[in-house]
């Protein structure tokens, strides 16, 4: 489980985040919802201490982030917007140091890459360098870098950017496997149509701040709108009104 409660973060006179809170539960997955610009990078980079926030905290099954940074992170998996991947080393190579970052050696660590390269479709690539990777294949490779140490939680930012049909229905499948077997995910999108097949809760945000949290159906009925999108962007729309009158 994540829980964040009350994240501000301000770069000189600009509010990126303002008393952002909302809980990722396990089993299920959450995401972060909002244009451009509306926070939801900046969020996720507080969660993974990546940035420090100015006020809030976040807690990782119960284990305070600012506190105990190491421990926190090490229930965490975490999916970077530019997968994070090392040119110059082979697949295999990546998830194993992935691995050893969390403590995993030996034949245990041995055994959580090939799961790992399994998980992902990808054993055939294990022996090919990052650097002549399609992008959907430097998905795949990052994500089973960030799944080998199975953590209960995961974290992905906007994973679906760029991907083909086939990279987006192996990354669906797989986070739909991982929410059953009880992990949690807590994923930024901006493609609703992945919002609406993965998503069992939906933090929209707009520029730093929360304004609804709820299911894709819930957003739907309460906005009493058509669909996703439109409850959306009626959301934003309200918002900006709320703002122009005060």
Do not use: W
């Amino acid at each position: 489980m994540i829980v964040v409660s009350e994240l501000r973060k301000c770069f000189g006179t600009a509010v990126a985040v303002d008393r952002i809170g909302f809980t990722a539960e396990d089993g299920s997955i959450t995401t972060l919802l909002g244009g451009n610009g509306s926070g939801k990078t900046t969020t996720l980079r507080m969660i993974v201490g990546a940035l420090e926030p100015d006020r809030g905290s976040v807690a990782i099954d119960g284990i305070d982030v600012r506190r105990e940074r190491v421990q926190a992170l090490g229930c965490l998996g975490v999916l970077h917007d530019d997968f994070g991947l090392y040119p110059r080393l082979q697949v295999h190579e990546q998830v194993r140091f992935g691995g050893a970052l969390h403590g995993l050696n030996g034949a245990g660590l041995d055994d959580a890459v090939e799961r790992a390269l399994g998980a992902l479709g990808i054993g055939h690539l294990r022996a090919r360098l990052a650097a002549g990777l399609s992008h959907g294949e430097r998905m795949k490779a990052a994500l089973a870098r960030a799944i080998v140490h199975s953590p209960r939680n995961l974290l992905l930012d906007e994973p679906t950017r760029g991907l083909d049909v086939f990279s987006v229905r192996v990354l669906r499948e797989l986070l739909k496997r991982l929410r059953d077997a009880g992990t949690c995910i807590l994923m930024s999108n901006h493609a609703l149509a992945e919002v609406l097949e993965l998503s069992d809760r939906v933090v929209v945000i707009d520029r730093g701040t929360v304004l609804a949290v709820d299911s894709p159906a819930g957003l739907v009925a309460t906005a009493e709108a058509k669909d996703l999108e439109s409850a959306f962007v009626g959301l934003v729309q309200d918002a900006a009104q709320r703002r122009i009158a005060s």
